[in-house]
C-alpha cells in the first residue's frame, strides 16, 4: 500500500478544540485521489511525461476531441456501426489531424486485403490484362474476379457486363457492400459476419494481385497507402507458395494460368523486396516491409508440417524479410493451436525455430463453450491464449478473450508479448460493438503492450489505417502520450532486429517532431470567441501542508490556454497549472512559506485568481484557498 506523510493537529480529531472541518476530509480526499491516479499513472509502465512543445499538441488534441464529442454527443461515433458514419469520420477535423500522426508501424495485415479494391482495378483496367479480366456471374463463388485466357462457362469479361463495370463490381467485393439485414439485426453474432466475409477473400485476392505484371505495383500501392496515413513500416501475411504466374493459352487446365514461381514462393518475395528497396530510396522516411508466412487453420496436419517447413526455409533464405509464422482465418470455427502441437514439437525436436505471430482469443465466447465442429479437436477457442503463450509467441492477434484471463495478462506483461489490437475489424466481425469497452483499453491501461492494425481494411471496404485511430483516440479515452506509446511500440515489438529497430526510430523520431512543430503551429494560430472564461469551484479548497496537493479548476471556456502558460493565483503566491480540457484545468497548490513557524503556525486564506495569457492579465473569483496550521503529528495516509 502507498502512503503519504498527511500533517494532523496536536489534539487528536481537534483544531483548537474543534472538530476536524469538511474542509480537511476535503483535502484529505484530494491527496487520496492525486496518489491513486499517480500511482495508477506509474503502473502500465509507460513514459507519459510531454515537454512543452508537446504539451501544446496534447491541448490542442484534446480540444478537437473535445470538439468532435459535442458534435457527435448525440450519435458517438465509436459507439456506433462504423459503416453508418465512415464518411463523418474521414470529414472530421480530428481524422485529418490524426492522418498527419506519425503512427511507426502496421503490424496485422492480411497481403492482398489492404490495398483499396478501387485501387487495385485501376490497375489492372489501365493494363492490357483489362481484356481478361472476367467476373463469375454464375453460382457458386458469383462475383469472384480472375484473370484468365480461356474461362470455364458461367464467366464474362468484366468490361461486357455493365455501362459502369468497375463502379458495378465494386459493389460486390467489399464487407460494408454485402452486409445484409440479418448481420446489421444481429452485430454482436460473428458467425453471420464471417459467412458474409470469407468469401470476399478470394474475390480480388492472389488471383489478381499476383500476376507478374501487377505484383510490384500493388506492391508499390501498399506502401504508397501505408506512408500517404504517415505509417512507416509495414508487417502483412500471406501464406508461401507458387502464386506468380503469367498468361499462357497453352495452360488449358488452368485456363490460361502458367505459375512460374517456385514451390515456396520465391519471386514473389523477390519481387517484393525489389519494390521495398526502390521505394526506401526515393521515400527515405520509410522504414521498411516484413512478411509473415500464413496458413489456413483448417490445413491438415500433414499440410501445416509442409507450411511450416516452407517458413523455416525462407526465414533462413531471406532473414530480412522474413518475420515469422501465424495461423488465420476464423478463429472459432478453425482447429486450435492444440491440434497443432505435435507440428510445433516436431520443429522444436529438428532445432528450428519460428517467430510466432499467432491470431488467438479472437472470440467473444466463454471458455466453456465449444464453437468448433471439428470433432477432432475439442478444444475452446479461448484456450488458444495458452498455447501461443508456451509456444513463445512474439505477438498475440486480437486477443478478445485475455480480457476474461487477468493472470494471462500479468504473464504477456511480464513477458512483453503484444496484443495486436484491430478496432474496426473487430467491430464489423461482431466481436466489440462498442469502442468504449474494447479490451484492448484494459491491455493498456495494465501493461501490456498494444499496437493498432487495421487487419483487412479494403475487403471490410473502409480503405484506411487512420479509422482505427480515430476510434481509439475518441473512444478509448487515450491522450498525445497514449498515442506516441502505441507508435512505440509498434517499432518496439516488430519483427525488426535490434540494428533495424535503431534505425526505424531515428526515422520515427524526426516525422514525430515535425508532426509536433506542425501542429504546435496550427493549434497556436486558433482564434477563440470572445466567451470569457468562467470558473465555477475548485477542489479541494485548502491545504494542510504547503504545496502537497493538487487543485482542481473547473467551469467553462477554458480552451483559450491551449497554447499558452496558465496561472493559478493564491493571493500573491502563484503556480503553473495544466489544461486537462476545456472544463477543468489542474494547478499545484504553491509552496507558502514565509517563515516556518508561520508555515506551522499561521491560518492563512487567500483569494483565488487565474491567467489564461502567461500572467498578464488575472481573471478574479469569489473563491478562496487557505492554508491551515500544520503541526508536528505526522500520519501515513493510505488510499
Aim: glycine content about 4%.
Amino acid at each position: 500500500m502507498v502512503s503519504r506523510c498527511l500533517c494532523l493537529f496536536l489534539l487528536v480529531g481537534l483544531v483548537h478544540g474543534s472538530s476536524l472541518t469538511a474542509d480537511f476530509y476535503e483535502y484529505e480526499h484530494s491527496l487520496k485521489r492525486n496518489m491513486l491516479q499517480e500511482d495508477e499513472r506509474k503502473f502500465a509502465g509507460w513514459n507519459k511525461d510531454l515537454n512543452e512543445d508537446e504539451e501544446i499538441v496534447n491541448n490542442y488534441l484534446t480540444y478537437l476531441k473535445w470538439q468532435e464529442f459535442q458534435n457527435t454527443r448525440a450519435a458517438f461515433i465509436p459507439s456506433r456501426p462504423i459503416q453508418d458514419y465512415l464518411n463523418q469520420i474521414k470529414a472530421s477535423k480530428v481524422y485529418e489531424v490524426l492522418k498527419k500522426f506519425p503512427k511507426g508501424g502496421s503490424l496485422h495485415l492480411h497481403h492482398n486485403h489492404v490495398v483499396s479494391k478501387s485501387i487495385i482495378l485501376d490497375i489492372i483496367i489501365n493494363s492490357s490484362l483489362y481484356e481478361n479480366l472476367y467476373v463469375k456471374t454464375s453460382e457458386p463463388n458469383k462475383w469472384k474476379l480472375d484473370i484468365l485466357v480461356n474461362p470455364p462457362e458461367g464467366w464474362t469479361k468484366l468490361k461486357d457486363i455493365q455501362d459502369d463495370p468497375k463502379k458495378f463490381i465494386l459493389t460486390k467485393l467489399t464487407f460494408l457492400n454485402v452486409m445484409d439485414d440479418q448481420a446489421r439485426k444481429y452485430p454482436t453474432d460473428s458467425a453471420i459476419r464471417w459467412s458474409l466475409l470469407e468469401p470476399l477473400f478470394d474475390r480480388t485476392g492472389s488471383s489478381l494481385v499476383n500476376h507478374v505484371d501487377i505484383i510490384k505495383k500493388h506492391t508499390e500501392a501498399l506502401l504508397r497507402a501505408a506512408l500517404d496515413e504517415n505509417i512507416q513500416y509495414l508487417e502483412t501475411k500471406s501464406k508461401a507458395g507458387k502464386k506468380v504466374y503469367i498468361l499462357d493459352s497453352s495452360a488449358t487446365e488452368t485456363h490460361g494460368k502458367r505459375f512460374i514461381d517456385t514451390d515456396s514462393g520465391d519471386k514473389e518475395l523477390q519481387s517484393i523486396s525489389s519494390v521495398v528497396e526502390n521505394f526506401i530510396k526515393t521515400h527515405p522516411e520509410f522504414i521498411g516491409y516484413k512478411r509473415v508466412v500464413n496458413s489456413f487453420r483448417r490445413y491438415s496436419k500433414e499440410r501445416i508440417m509442409n507450411d511450416l517447413h516452407k517458413a523455416v526455409n525462407l526465414s533462413k533464405n531471406y532473414p530480412n524479410l522474413i518475420a515469422g509464422y501465424d495461423l488465420v482465418a476464423e478463429e472459432d470455427l478453425g482447429y486450435s493451436l492444440m491440434f497443432y502441437q505435435e507440428n510445433f514439437q516436431t520443429l522444436l525436436a529438428a532445432h528450428d525455430k519460428l517467430p510466432y505471430f499467432f491470431h488467438a482469443g479472437e472470440t467473444n465466447w466463454p471458455d466453456d463453450l465449444l464453437t468448433s465442429m471439428l470433432p477432432e479437436d475439442p478444444v475452446s477457442t479461448a484456450a488458444n491464449l495458452y498455447d501461443a503463450i508456451i509456444l513463445g509467441a512474439k505477438r498475440i492477434g486480437h486477443g478478445i478473450a485475455l480480457a476474461n484471463h487477468p493472470y494471462l495478462m500479468k504473464v504477456l506483461k511480464s513477458k512483453k508479448i503484444a496484443i495486436e489490437a484491430n478496432p474496426v475489424s473487430n467491430m464489423l466481425l461482431g466481436y466489440v460493438q462498442d469502442q468504449r469497452h474494447h479490451p484492448a483499453i484494459t491491455y493498456f491501461r495494465y501493461g501490456v503492450p498494444v499496437v493498432i492494425s487495421a487487419d483487412d481494411p479494403a475487403t471490410f471496404g473502409y480503405d484506411l489505417f487512420t479509422a482505427d485511430w480515430y476510434e481509439v483516440f475518441m473512444g478509448w479515452g487515450f491522450d498525445l502520450a497514449d498515442l506516441r506509446q502505441l507508435a512505440n511500440n509498434s517499432l518496439q515489438y516488430s519483427a525488426m532486429s535490434s540494428s533495424e529497430k535503431i534505425n526505424a526510430f531515428e526515422k520515427w523520431i524526426k516525422a514525430w517532431n515535425k508532426f509536433i512543430q506542425e501542429m504546435k503551429t496550427e493549434a497556436c494560430g486558433l482564434h477563440f470567441n470572445s466567451d470569457q472564461p468562467f470558473i465555477s469551484n475548485i477542489f479541494p479548497r485548502e491545504s494542510y501542508f504547503p504545496g502537497s496537493t493538487k487543485v482542481e479548476v473547473f467551469g467553462r471556456n477554458f480552451e483559450r490556454s491551449i497554447c499558452q502558460t496558465v496561472l493559478c493565483k493564491f493571493g500573491d503566491y502563484t503556480s503553473k497549472a495544466l489544461y486537462v480540457n476545456n472544463n477543468q484545468i489542474t494547478c499545484n497548490s504553491p509552496i507558502y512559506f514565509k517563515s516556518s513557524y508561520q508555515a506551522e503556525r499561521q491560518k492563512a486564506s487567500f483569494p483565488f485568481s487565474i491567467s489564461f495569457d502567461n500572467g498578464t492579465t488575472f481573471l478574479s473569483t469569489n473563491l478562496t484557498f487557505t492554508f491551515m496550521p500544520c503541526y508536528s503529528r505526522i500520519k501515513s495516509v493510505h488510499y
